[in-house]
């Protein structure tokens, strides 16, 4: 099955990553699987030996792309501006609209999808699905595929020579509203009333104007910022280590974000063998099971989430029961062993005339 | 044979040229080093003169002007006329009236010791791409020789000047002469000067600092071994700086060289926040102090291990270049360094030298806020001298003296000075400033104008029989020592350095 990926950058972000398991793994699952970015970046290395696989261009060199190789199946992932290049819909194509994007506001081009000839959509989880169909108006079918994970978060845990000098609270995010790391701060604040020593690791940027100098008042106004290393732009394929280090201090990663399609940070991290903390709500509970992987908290609370922070925080078998319990059963799910014979699967029924 | 001969002679001649293209380079360096310090020091002149309280209400002056009386308006011509009348009356010399009169706020400079100083205000340069390539191909070209650390880059309050003798200066020259490719990351007053890269043969990048905060990521690349990142002084803005070094993997050292806070209370460093100081010291990977109070005061805010490595010495600062007769005193005694009354104590050493009029001072240094034509006779300011001329100076001492004024910022400040006048064999005595961790005797210390006299007369009696132990101390304090001690605790991986290396595993 012939088949072509578009996503907008050649970053170095969670989608480029996926991208590249998949461009690894679907060839040999008979899936001659090739990706289209809009615009270049510095992303190529993720993809290593699969980079001729790799192509750059506008919508126009797009155009005459599909129409010299005609794939059998296209997977648009949050790049409504391909749908130019795909024109009306064909016999011997299948569109297929893949939906990462947690932004309510990426995703508004769903809802006028009606002539696109969309023959389904993938999402990375089933709560991402149920959003997706709602907002389409059951349009196509929708079907959750979950997640490959890259291959440098499956290599074993090794334990560290010099670990951190206290227990770690890490946060990994975009600096937004939605990922909400002002309570992320008012978190650590309540959480080092509780817990004692504990250090927060913060590790995002922000490309809001003054989101930085945001970051300093707020955490001096939490009374947190000797006590906040931030990471700005930790390159994908360095975050293994850093959850080993997180892990390696006693500590664990929270994400206080208000809405996840998947939640790959907190995926990773417990790929790492981190205890998590997340709210009960969207994609986490679908794969962060209370007490087995980590805690679970009432959304909107930072009381609550502080008091599961400072609860696994004290409670070392406990913590160190749910890092490796995650491991174990995160890896079961997204491993690309796993998750991408799901894809080759899925793509090889809604290729056309399968 | 002949041939021969005629070759061993343009061999020497060619010798000697060399010789003397050294020497010219050398001071063409020290005539630099000497008009950017006189640049700064017009410009430091320049931005205080924008913000005083006479040009500010002048400058208000014109702008109401300016608003009563519009271009092209009968009051302007009314003015006009007014204007020459008086000007003829009184001889008077006045400003053109129109927006150029109205000049940039103050609040717009910026400088490590002004009030309210940023390095990202709206005034300020925001930099050239040329730079950045500049950086890039720095980068690429450089590479180190020294095995255990691949780059570094500081961030200096001060400029790049041999001859002022600051620490980050010499912890530079002495990085690049290990091998290590350094941007040093200087502080610049405003858009216009762009230093010389004077420095590159060395291996030294000058990369203004406004720039080098607005593009931290071109600054810490991956590189094939551990980088380190110095950072010399707290200003807020380094904060995004030392994030983006943290997840590049690079080991950050901040460096407390002085009480800033300090300074902050005496109405200078202006950008100072005790919140942000706080979080260098509790995160940095390694936390150095030039002195033991320092160090405490890094524990205080956060910091779980701090490292002393105090202020050193360059090399050959004690080589006496060429004789200088001077004219000698029953004491003859001496100091150089920065003259500013924020450190400088001026009252002291007029009560001392009228107490002792036989007695000869000498003044060397920059910087100064005084009037100094009004001194004591037996007192001579001599302004500023290139480093190298130092030691021929102090040959004709007897004693260095570090007359600072008592408080909390000399009080904690680690006098480079002491360990000069050591190296030369000079006996210190110190006021304000402490003394340094030294054998007993070496150096005394003083608290008034009494025993700062008194502890002068004793140090000079024992100008000879402790020369060689002060040359002594002076040589085990040299800034290459200080180099490798910073180099030692990164390359034994310690207080958090070991832990930045296996967070980041590519970086060893």
Redesign the interface.
């Given at each position: 099955v012939k088949t072509l990926f578009v996503y907008k950058y050649l970053d170095l972000g969670g989608v480029e990553t996926v991208l590249a398991s998949r461009l690894a793994g679907l060839p040999s699952l008979g899936v001659d699987a090739e990706a289209w970015f809009l615009r270049d970046g510095p992303g190529r290395d993720l993809f290593g030996a699969s980079a001729s696989r790799v192509h750059i261009g506008g919508v126009q060199d797009l155009q005459r792309h599909l129409e010299m190789v005609r794939p059998a199946v296209v997977c648009t992932i949050d790049t409504e501006e391909a749908f130019p290049a795909l024109g009306d819909a064909t016999k011997d194509r299948a569109t297929v609209v893949e939906v990462h994007t947690p932004y309510r506001e990426n995703r508004v081009y769903l809802g006028a999808l009606g002539r696109a000839g969309v023959k389904a959509f993938l999402t990375p989880t089933q709560y991402q699905a149920t959003l997706v169909a709602r907002e389409t108006g059951n349009l196509a079918p929708t079907y959750a595929i979950p997640n490959p994970l890259d291959r440098s978060f499956l290599g074993e845990l090794i334990p560290?020579?010099?670990?951190?000098?206290r227990p770690v609270v890490a946060w990994v995010g975009r600096l937004d509203r939605l990922k909400n790391w002002n309570e992320y701060l008012r978190v650590a604040k309540v959480a080092m009333r509780g817990a004692g020593e504990v250090?927060f690791w913060l590790?995002g940027k922000t490309n809001e104007e003054g989101g930085?100098l945001r970051l300093?008042r707020e955490?001096?106004r939490q009374g947190v910022?000797?006590?906040?290393?931030?990471?700005?732009?930790?390159?994908h394929d360095?975050m293994h280590?850093?959850f080993?280090?997180v892990r390696?201090s006693g500590g664990l990663v929270i994400s206080t974000s208000m809405e996840e399609s998947f939640g790959l940070g907190i995926a990773e991290a417990m790929a790492r063998g981190c205890a998590v903390v997340v709210p009960r709500h969207s994609a986490f509970p679908e794969f962060v099971e209370d007490l087995r992987h980590g805690r679970l908290y009432r959304p909107g609370s930072a009381g609550d989430a502080a008091a599961c922070v400072v609860s696994l925080l004290r409670d070392h078998s406990l913590r160190e029961a749910c890092g490796l319990c995650g491991r174990k059963d995160i890896l079961a799910r997204h491993a690309p062993e796993v998750s991408v014979p799901l894809l080759a699967e899925r793509l090889r029924q809604l290729a056309p005339f399968a | 044979l002949r041939l021969e001969t005629e070759l061993g002679l343009q061999q020497v001649r060619l010798g000697q040229m060399a010789e003397q293209v050294t020497l010219h380079r050398e001071d063409a360096r020290r005539v630099q080093d000497y008009l950017v310090a006189e640049r700064n020091r017009i410009e430091y002149d320049y931005w205080a003169l924008q913000g005083s309280f006479g040009v500010d209400l002048m400058r208000r002056y014109w702008r109401f002007l300016a608003m009563l009386a519009p271009d092209g308006s009968r009051r302007r011509m009314l003015y006009r006329m007014g204007h020459r009348v008086l000007r003829r009356a009184l001889s008077l010399i006045s400003l053109p009236l129109g927006p150029s009169a109205m000049g940039r706020r103050p609040q717009e400079s910026g400088g490590p010791l002004q009030t309210g100083g940023g390095l990202t205000g709206p005034g300020r340069q925001t930099g050239s791409l040329d730079a950045r390539f500049d950086l890039a191909r720095f980068y690429s070209d450089r590479h180190s020789t020294y095995p255990a650390v691949a780059r570094a880059v500081i961030f200096s309050a001060t400029q790049l000047i041999e001859s002022e003798g600051q620490r980050p200066t010499n912890l530079a020259l002495e990085l690049a002469k290990l091998g290590i490719p350094v941007v040093f990351c200087y502080w610049r007053w405003d858009r216009s000067p762009w230093t010389v890269q004077e420095r590159l043969a060395e291996g030294i990048l000058q990369f203004p600092m406004d720039l080098a905060v607005q593009v931290p990521g071109d600054l810490f690349p991956s590189a094939a071994g551990p980088s380190i990142v110095l950072l010399e002084f707290p200003h807020p803005d380094l904060f995004r700086v030392e994030a983006t070094a943290h997840a590049s993997g690079w080991v950050t050292i901040y460096e407390a060289i002085d009480d800033w806070e300090g300074f902050h209370r005496v109405g200078q460093a202006g950008w100072y926040d005790r919140a942000f100081e706080g979080h260098l010291a509790a995160t940095s990977d390694l936390v150095c102090a030039v002195n033991n109070r320092l160090a405490e005061r890094m524990v205080a805010l956060g910091a779980r291990e701090v490292e002393v490595v105090p202020n050193g010495v360059p090399s050959g600062i004690a080589k006496v270049t060429t004789e200088r007769l001077m004219q000698r005193g029953d004491v003859t005694v001496g100091y150089f360094g920065h003259l500013s009354s924020s450190w400088f104590d001026w009252p002291l050493i007029r009560r001392a030298a009228n107490a002792r009029p036989k007695w000869r001072w000498y003044i060397i240094g920059y910087g100064a806020d005084q009037d100094l034509t009004a001194v004591p006779e037996n007192v001579a300011v001599l302004g500023k001298v290139p480093q190298r001329d130092l030691a021929s100076y102090a040959a004709n001492w007897d004693v260095g003296v570090v007359p600072f004024r008592t408080g909390r910022v000399a009080s904690s400040a680690d006098a480079i000075k002491i360990y000069e006048y050591m190296a030369m064999g000079l006996p210190a005595v110190a006021v304000g400033a402490p003394l340094p961790s030294m054998p007993d005797g070496l150096a005394l210390q003083a608290r008034n104008t009494e025993e700062f006299i008194n502890r002068i007369e004793a140090a000079a009696a024992t100008k000879e029989s402790l020369r060689d132990a002060r040359i002594a101390f002076g040589v085990s304090a040299s800034w290459e020592k200080r180099c490798h001690h910073v180099l030692g605790k990164v390359e034994s991986m310690g207080q958090r350095v070991g832990e930045k290396l296996c967070v980041f595993p590519t970086a060893t």
């Open positions: 560290f020579r010099s670990k951190p000098p250090e590790v930085e300093m955490a001096k910022l000797g006590h906040l290393r931030w990471y700005r732009g930790v390159p360095r280590g850093l080993d280090g390696e | -």
